[in-house]
DNA sequence: CCCTTGCGTGACAAATGGGTGACGGACGCT
DNA sequence: AGCGTCCGTCACCCATTTGTCACGCAAGGG
């Protein structure tokens, strides 16, 4: 999923978010200083910073402002974390550039809620997916169904997925180690076997058209293009 | 877009929503006093007045009052700012007839969630939208009256903001998160049970319509569509 | 033609997700 | 203050989903 750069001298706290959020499916990285910040936000730029407003060395502020002065970081999202409501610190959070605000203490929950929906807002604006037709095959995202030739077939939420990675990658082989990482997210160790049964779940389901999910021996599994040759 | 009033004596707050408003797409005026606010709504009738409970003259409360006493004025949309503290404050607001208020500290993102939210919602009446008609159900916003296959349910104010949403993105699915969001407004962070239990009530008041509202396992909740095939 | 390796498949147990009834706190009304 | 309503949380239970395994077939190389 996305990447996270935590950043919070209190070190338990910091700590305790960290293993949420990994918990969540973000990777994470922690850095205890504001110079300890900026030196991981260059070296792997991250998606959202979690800045902690009180810091040993740099303010929370200061971190921000470096941030926004740095090309390569510039668009970076940047959630404040502060202590107490404080008016002062809130507003210049805000002027320099924070994305949103968490006042301490918070819910581990909300702060992963307010991670994800920063996340989704500040990613593409897709109320809508167009479903991906292909042959006998339709896979509406938004609605989430899936039809074979005209009827709909019920797919569980891994099939589905599933599904849709193939489906978006036409013709490509995808191997067992791709689609553990980006259909399962890599977070478990599988079995390998895993994804051969649920293929066959998959070709189970697709019927007439179960041709269509092909086995590349020794790499992977692919969906051919029914229009090609 | 929308034209908002802003009145907060405590100027930085006061520019620091201006600047958000504005990069948010609205237009503004500020006013630092009531007096000033009341002069500033007469001059250029604004679609949203977002008004401070704390100001130096007259308190928002009475702010509030003089517009609802003016009929130009008299259908303005109100917000209300207001410290945590002021319980007892929130409450009188809705009494002299507030539109929503949004608690101190907040997240400018939210604000301008709130904002859009309700412009949206008043927007709706005055461009007579239909209600959200849809086989045996039929939601009427502007009236916020609710029916089953003609007969009037009454649902709690939560039930109809979530039955809205669900119908007003027709055989979408909708996930938890997502209806956190922008149902409940993740300012609070719930369980995520909740929803279920929420959704099981809704389901218990659509009688024999319950089937329209599908669960999408592991994934989230959607309407169907009644004439869909 | 045989052997090796990779894959398909059916069975099964564990994990997960969701429905549901109950409870209690908060709020608003009288 | 007393009462009813609304809403968030919990615990229990069931159905489905999902990971794993063992077995045997099929493909491909020698």
Chains 1, 2 share one sequence.
Request: charged fraction near 30%; hydrophobic fraction near 45%; proline fraction near 3%.
């Amino acid at each position: 999923m996305s990447h996270v750069l935590i950043v919070d001298d209190e070190r338990d706290l910091a700590e305790l978010i960290d293993f949420n959020l990994r918990g969540a499916g973000f990777s994470t990285r922690l850095a205890f200083t504001g110079e300890a910040a900026l030196a991981a936000a260059r070296e792997q730029s991250p998606d959202v910073v979690l800045l902690d407003l009180m810091l040993p060395d740099l303010s929370g502020i200061e971190v921000c402002r470096h941030l926004r002065a740095n090309s390569q970081l510039r668009d970076v999202l940047i959630v404040m974390l502060t202590a107490k409501s404080e008016e002062a610190d809130r507003i210049r959070g805000f002027e320099v550039g924070a994305d949103d605000y968490v006042v301490k203490p918070f819910s581990v929950r909300e702060l992963v809620l307010r991670l994800k929906a920063i996340l989704r807002r500040s990613a593409a604006p897709k109320e809508s997916v167009p479903p991906l037709a292909l042959g006998p095959l339709r896979l509406d995202v938004t609605a989430h169904r899936f039809y074979v030739e005209g009827q709909e077939t019920s797919l569980t939420a891994l099939e589905f997925r599933l599904m849709e990675h193939l489906m978006a990658r036409l013709g490509r082989v995808q191997s067992r180690e791709q689609l553990l990482e980006e259909v399962w997210g890599l977070s478990s160790s599988l079995e390998t076997r895993t994804i051969d049964t649920h293929v066959m779940r998959l070709r189970d389901k697709l019927g007439n058209a179960r041709a269509l999910l092909e086995t590349v021996r020794g790499v992977g599994y692919r969906i051919v293009d029914p229009t090609a040759g």
